[in-house]
Nanobody, 119 residues
Framework: VQLVESGGGLVQPGGSLKLSCAAS????????MKWFRQAPGKGLEWVAT????????QYAQFVKGRFTISRDTAKNMLYLQMNDLKPEDTATYYC?????????????RGQGTQVTVSS
């Protein structure tokens, strides 16, 4: 199992970024997929979930309406579109697979991609 995130960078407040997660060693559609983030000095924080069927998406309250989780099963890719970014969104973002859409559990995660929101 391998998960590789990309797409992070420096963006101004109000800007947008689209993160990608390339999955290998397993089929994306067989797992619940999640995005987490970790800000400097803080713990791991759940951001968004998409179920294995793709029919259900869930978001943390602090990103609801701004972030969108999606996937391309043909490419085995997971995405996180982030709009209206705020300085408090600065963090390392990780994708992960999980057995359940409930809670913060996950089985494996990638190395992360850094997102910095600053003017």
């Amino acid at each position: 199992v391998q998960l590789v995130e990309s797409g992070g960078g420096l963006v101004q407040p109000g800007g947008s970024l689209k993160l990608s997660c390339a999955a290998s060693g397993f089929t994306l559609s067989s797992w619940v997929m999640k995005w987490f983030r970790q800000a400097p000095g803080k713990g791991l924080e759940w951001v968004a979930t998409i179920t294995n069927s793709g029919s259900i998406t869930q978001y943390a309250q602090f990103v609801k309406g701004r972030f969108t989780i999606s996937r391309d099963t043909a490419k085995n890719m997971l995405y996180l579109q982030m709009n209206d970014l705020k300085p408090e969104d600065t963090a390392t973002y990780y994708c992960a697979n999980a057995a359940s859409r409930y809670g913060d559990d996950f089985k494996a995660r990638g190395q992360g991609t850094q997102v910095t929101v600053s003017s």
